[in-house]
């Protein structure tokens, strides 16, 4: 299967392996809810994808990533650059100082204010990092973008310390939690659907009835969603928010 480090490789190592590693920590804080270290890294991640972005106009790219010293001013100049993808004129262009705007000037920089706004603040540097690396995967691999955006949404599996990988194994570290919660971390450690017979494997659990009965207990609370025809399982909104508590209550 390609991976975004892959459909990637046209760029230098020195500007890809930050880019993904950004990504990954931006994905992971988000997920841990350490809403400060994530809008830090959408910052990073401004600069890298400015660097790649300024490179590919020029011809050349740079070994490593660099910081504009007016980086508004900078990017406006990528808008006077011809004969490259229009996302990577315009659109990309305009979306780097709104990002780069949460991590100088809103809560992650300040103290004080009516409202605390990190949680808003980091949805949004999800969806608008997720976007730009999707576009990048897009225009330099030359895939559609529904492919792009399944290549992210693979790199964008979310890492949860309480749930130990290995190939196609998944294992919670923690065999004193209850079912329900290694169910919901097992599957918000995925960035797809699950098959049921692969979760139950999973928890190591013996007793499948009482398994299915969880899953559709789980499902009519609406924390996952449970499809009884394809028996296969996916987390939803309320479930991660169940996941995200939970590990916040543990750190």
Not at 6 to 32: C, H, V, W
Not at 158 to 179: C, D, Y
Not at 198 to 206: C, E, P, Y
Not at 218 to 243: N, Y
Request: a positive charge.
């Amino acid at each position: 299967m390609l991976t975004p480090d892959q459909a990637l490789s046209s760029l230098p190592e020195g500007l890809r392996k930050p880019l993904l590693q950004e990504f990954t920590n931006i994905i992971n804080n988000y997920m841990e809810t350490r809403w400060t270290p994530l809008e830090l890294s959408g910052g990073r991640f401004c600069e890298i994808v400015y660097t790649i972005i300024h490179g590919y106009a020029a011809g050349s790219y740079p070994s490593a990533p660099s910081k504009p010293r007016n980086f508004v001013d900078a990017c406006r100049g990528l808008e006077g650059h011809a004969g490259v993808p229009r996302s990577f004129q315009i659109l990309i262009p305009r979306l780097l100082p709104a990002l780069y705007e949460i991590r100088n000037n809103r809560g992650v920089g300040h103290v004080g204010g009516d409202v605390d706004s990190n949680f808003m603040d980091s949805t949004a540097v999800v969806s608008i990092t997720s976007w730009i690396v999707a576009e990048l995967v897009r225009v330099f691999h030359g895939v559609s973008t529904a492919e792009a955006q399944q290549l992210v949404n693979n790199l964008a599996e979310r890492r949860i310390p309480l749930v130990w990988k290995s190939g196609e194994i998944r294992r919670v570290l923690n065999p004193k939690l209850s079912l329900k919660d290694q169910i919901l971390l097992l599957i918000a450690s995925c960035s797809n659907k699950v098959s049921a017979d692969r979760l139950f494997n999973w928890t190591g659990h013996t007793k499948r009835a009482y398994f299915n009965r969880l899953l559709r207990q789980l499902h009519s609370k609406r924390l996952l969603e449970f499809d009884e025809e394809s028996k296969e399982v996916e987390i939803l909104p309320p479930g991660c928010d169940h996941v995200s508590k939970f590990l916040e209550s543990k750190h």
